[in-house]
């Protein structure tokens, strides 16, 4: 007789239902009179999933997504089917409102400071071409250089340590810890580099940071610093062998900036304040921020603090809405959603209904072989690699072939998920959905896009104006009142696999950085212009001493060197023509000059390395 194998599946809910399910086909199978198809099985299994009346599933979270209510939530009325006044909800509540008015986690967004920075690019059209790039890969391209742009960082870290500084450090009888969340990896190891340069920079003793992340990076162009990971001593030197939780949890280090790593699951109830530089939305962003709320008793935590520079306000509010009273669903899941993408990636024709039938036929069989599953998979992989080699060779090359091919690798990936969790509420009752998950699910790994990411130069790119701007200290109500009924509700699904494909559009890169540009107008002014500082710096690398002192020598010592003040105060006289006002206050004021001085120093460092390594300077 067949046996049914066990079908992969995404949540432990669905691993439980299936083991209850193939245990009632083990009971038909040692029935000798019956006679169970392949289809027979999977009709046993979807209304095991989906009515397993003999088992009760219980999640504890205090931030549950729509999927999560859906599945666990039990209605006000069993008896009567899910829908308007009779949707899941909670079997039990304690709510964030109860648990800070009862003391036990903190309000993290009573002290919120939102920044907001504005910047002006400018292309240097006399030295380089102005090439057509593709307009989404290049502004994703021209962001990711804005954000690691030194002066950007520079600003942000002395931003965040000025403020731990004055309003954190004393905290918690001097033990009051904050964590910095960065966007990426790269993002955390510049601004690891620039913190400690900071602070080594001010004297500041009693301050010292760790950095968080998984993996290596390599950031050879930026820092010098290749194939480094969080362990590296050239980034957490005094880290000696120990687990970065247990050494933050010491004397030793105040702030610990993370990138991914630590962003939610972290408790660390010393932390007083969150200094954030990456888009939250959602139950990230609920999940990220509550690293804060918990108290510490023993100093008496009463208050947390928020410093952010890239979100805004009402969206983090939206993001905590649904969870400070009652998290409730808007409505439920529409069933119909699987089937419409089912026709979808049916008409793409990337499989056929005998290649999953095929397959199906097989993988119910007794004792199939992998040889055997591959066989039936082989057709759909084959089609789809072929398409994608001819769109690549193509003449041009079509870019909108390959995207939408890469719209039904992801849309495979979808219906996995969303019928995995669908087919454990819903009986459909229809195998030709059961059959695509099994297939799919061996499918998906073969579909192999490798990654050709456009690169858009940006050697001709120039920031010319940068600001800053502290937009005040702020209390984020969060029992304001919803203003309609979907306010602070959570959202059922309404689309799946809704991607698609689109004709990549071409534009200038000047073109692109006038758009850009455009957004910031009426917010920056001549104080924040940077083009005097690109001036003096294309001098100052015009120096051959400089040039030999920057190949011998690190960073510290390079800007130490009497040479490097020589050859700045050389190039700020050559620039009086053409920047009086900026020249005269180098030349009169000590601040300004030390100030120019501290900006030029990775500037033209950084520009003699990548001159020496065969690029053409680095670009500010």
């Known amino acids: 007789m067949p046996t049914l194998r066990a079908i992969c599946a995404s949540t432990v809910a669905t691993d439980l239902s299936e083991v209850l399910s193939a245990e009632r086909i083990k009971e038909l199978e040692d029935d000798e009179e019956a006679e169970l198809s392949a289809d027979e099985l999977m009709l046993i299994a979807m209304h095991g999933r ?37 949707l899941p909800e909670p079997f039990h509540l304690y709510s964030m409102q109860q648990a800070i008015e009862e003391g036990f986690i903190l309000d993290v967004l009573k002290n919120y400071t939102p920044y907001k920075m504005a910047f002006k690019l400018a292309h240097n059209g006399r030295d380089y071409t102005d090439a057509e790039v593709e307009k989404s890969t290049a502004l994703k391209s021209l962001m990711k250089w804005v954000r690691l742009h030194p002066h950007n960082i520079a600003q942000k870290v002395e931003a965040v340590v000025e403020h731990f500084k004055a309003n954190i450090i004393w905290r918690l009888d001097g033990k009051a810890k904050a964590m910095v969340v960065v966007a990426s990896r790269k993002e955390a190891v510049r601004w ?29 162009d930026g820092t010098g610093l290749e194939g480094v990971s969080e362990t590296s001593p050239k980034l957490n030197p005094n880290l000696k062998g120990r687990d970065i939780r247990d050494a933050f949890d010491t004397d030793e280090f105040q702030i610990l900036l993370v990138a991914n790593k630590y962003q939610t699951g972290f408790d660390q109830p010393k932390l007083v304040a969150m200094y ?54 808007l409505g439920i899941s529409d069933p119909n959603l699987i089937h419409d993408l089912q026709t979808k990636l049916d008409d793409a024709k990337i499989y056929q209904a005998s290649d999953v039938d095929g397959f ?26 072929k398409q994608l080699k001819a769109a690549r060779e193509a003449t041009p090359r079509d870019a909108q072939a390959i995207e939408e091919l890469e719209v039904f690798r992801k849309d495979v990936g979808t219906f996995i998920r969303n019928y995995d969790f669908l087919s454990q509420i819903i009986d459909y009752a229809d195998t030709d959905l059961e059959k695509r998950s099994i297939f799919f699910k061996h499918l998906l790994p073969h579909l192999h896009i490798k990654r050709e990411n456009a690169v858009v130069d940006l050697q001709s790119v120039l920031m010319t104006h940068y600001n800053l701007r502290n937009l005040g200290q702020q209390r984020i109500l969060l029992g304001a009142e919803a203003e309609n009924e979907e306010d602070g509700k959570l959202k059922p699904l309404t689309n799946v696999g809704g991607g698609q494909a689109r004709d990549p559009k071409m534009e200038r890169l000047s073109q692109l950085i006038q758009q850009m540009n455009t957004l910031f107008e009426g917010e920056l002014t001549d104080a924040d212009l940077l083009n ?80 020496m390594s065969g690029g053409s300077g680095a670009r500010t």
């Open 50 to 86: 989906a009515s397993a009346s003999n088992v009760s599933f219980f999640a504890f979270t205090a931030t549950p997504k729509a999927k999560t209510l859906e599945l666990f939530g039990r209605r006000p009325s069993a008896d009567e089917p899910a829908g308007e006044g009779n």
């Open 192 to 220: 690891k580099v620039a913190l400690d340069e900071y602070i080594k920079k001010k004297g500041y003793k009693n301050l010292a940071a760790l950095v968080a992340f998984s993996g290596d990076v390599n950031d050879k």
């Open 276 to 329: 954030v530089d990456k888009v939250l939305s959602g139950v990230t962003a609920v999940q990220t921020l509550s690293r804060l709320n918990r108290t510490y008793p023993a100093a008496g935590k009463q208050d947390t603090f928020v410093l952010d520079f890239v979100n805004d306000p009402e969206e983090i509010l939206a993001s905590f809405k649904p969870y400070y009273r009652k998290a409730e669903l």
């Open 360 to 385: 199906v036929s097989v993988y119910f069989s007794a004792k199939p072989t992998q040889a055997q599953l591959k066989a039936k998979i082989d057709p759909a992989v084959d089609r789809f690699q």
């Open 532 to 611: 005097y500082a690109n001036h003096i710096r294309d001098k100052m690398l015009e120096s051959k001493t400089l040039e030999a002192q920057a190949e011998a020598n690190e960073k510290d010592q390079f800007g130490a060197s009497p040479d490097f003040k020589t050859a700045m105060m050389d190039a700020v006289i050559s620039a009086f023509e053409n920047h009086k006002s900026m020249s005269e206050q180098v030349m009169s004021k000590d601040s300004v000059k030390e100030g120019l001085a501290d900006l030029l120093l990775g500037m033209v460092y950084e520009g003699f390395k990548q001159k």
